[in-house]
């Protein structure tokens, strides 16, 4: 099983210790990631964690709004 990213886990964190939730930022690393102090390379992360299911949370969490 591949462990999830950071990202994910702050928010799982989040919605269990706050009331309310903001998310911006998460693009699953399908563009082009560009630091602002810097440019970063795109790389495929799709080996390393579980993207596909991050995305499926994210698509529930949006239709519960």
């Given at each position: ?15 269990n ?19 602002y ?29």
């Amino acid at each position: 099983m591949l462990p999830p990213t950071s990202g994910f886990i702050g928010l799982s964190l989040a919605i269990n210790n706050f009331k309310d939730v903001s998310c911006f930022g998460f693009d699953f690393y399908e563009s082009k990631a560009d630091h602002y102090f810097e440019d970063v390379v795109k790389y495929e992360r799709k080996d390393v964690h579980p993207l596909n299911i991050e995305r499926s949370f994210f698509e529930f969490l949006i239709q519960c709004i």
